[in-house]
């Protein structure tokens, strides 16, 4: 026969303090808290809540016009609007090229400056310039380096290139730009990632007789695997997002072969004063971009279990 102990109940009184205690952090916690979430609800929830409202509205940038509620009419209008899909197509193409490249190109750099080379942090700072130059610096910077008759890189090849008027070159020109401008973050943050990997993985590795590759891609790779994932995904969404570099560059042209999703919006917005198809163009971008996000981050995350 066994017998058993039972605990006793603490006194009521402790654990009615106990709350108190609780309830008092809590106060304490949201005092502290509301500093940083009153100007996050005036200026971005109220302002994304009101953007999703005018998407189910006709809305338009005139005076003394009533809004009435217009339901899925605008999303009706969105699915058959070529041009829409044109700019979608457009800004696929802009997102994934910059990510892919952006990552390709820092990962190199990364791997780079990690190295034990002369002069190492004069290299780390000249690589985080682009970093600190606003997007309408740089888009001017390169108009220079672009402009068909005293750019830079037509002195270098020797042409007389129009490259941000040409039908076929403009989309891929503004691309390089784009990499160049995005390169910086990702780099930092993979160089942190790489300092983060224990040197003894790399030791026992080359004890193993494993080559510079095999180490890179057994130890490098899998150890910067959460980087990665959430490097190009801020990417991602940094980049399908762009609006003042490419607007600054092309304003969309020439012949809308540069109009991302976010200029056909500013475009219906402020040149043809449709506010409110405006914001069905936003509020769908933004469900295409999480919807793409949730099923990119659900396969690496069912890869690593």
């Given at each position: 026969m066994t017998a058993t102990v039972t605990r006793p109940a603490p006194p009521r009184g402790t654990r009615r303090a106990k709350r108190r205690r609780i309830s008092r952090q809590t106060r304490e916690m949201w005092l502290l808290m509301l500093p940083a979430l009153v100007p996050v609800a005036l200026f971005s929830v109220g302002p994304l809540l009101y953007g999703i409202g005018l998407a189910?509205?006709?809305?338009?940038?005139?005076?003394?016009?009533?809004?009435?509620?217009?339901g899925l009419e605008n999303f009706g209008r969105l699915l058959t609007d070529d041009e829409f899909w044109s700019s979608f197509k457009i800004g696929a193409?802009?997102?994934?090229?910059?990510t892919v490249l952006q990552f390709l190109a820092a990962l190199g750099l990364a791997l780079l400056l990690n190295e034990n080379l002369r002069f190492r942090g004069v290299a780390r700072v000249l690589a985080v310039v682009p970093w600190a130059m606003p997007p309408v610096v740089i888009g001017l910077m390169w108009k220079l380096v672009y402009h068909p008759d005293a750019g830079i890189l037509n002195d270098l090849l020797g042409t007389d290139i129009n490259w941000l008027a040409d039908f076929s070159l403009a989309l891929p020109a503004i691309i390089v730009v784009g990499i160049w401008t995005g390169m910086p973050q990702t780099t930092v943050v993979l160089l942190a990632g790489l300092q983060g990997i224990p040197k003894e993985l790399y030791e026992a590795g080359e004890v193993d007789g494993a080559t510079r590759w095999r180490r890179f891609w057994n130890i490098t790779l899998p150890q910067l695997r959460p980087v990665i994932v959430a490097i190009t995904s801020l990417d991602f969404v940094w980049n399908i997002n762009q609006f003042g570099l490419v607007y600054v560059l092309t304003q969309g042209?020439?012949?809308g072969q540069t109009r991302l999703p976010m200029l056909f919006a500013y475009e219906e917005a402020f040149r043809y004063r449709m506010a409110g198809y405006a914001s069905m163009l936003g509020l769908a971008m933004a469900i295409v971009v999480l919807a793409v996000l949730a099923l990119y981050l659900g396969r690496q995350m069912r890869e690593t279990k």
């Open positions: 189910f509205t006709d809305a338009r940038n005139t005076r003394n016009r009533e809004t009435s509620f217009v193409i802009w997102g994934v090229s910059v042209g020439p012949g």
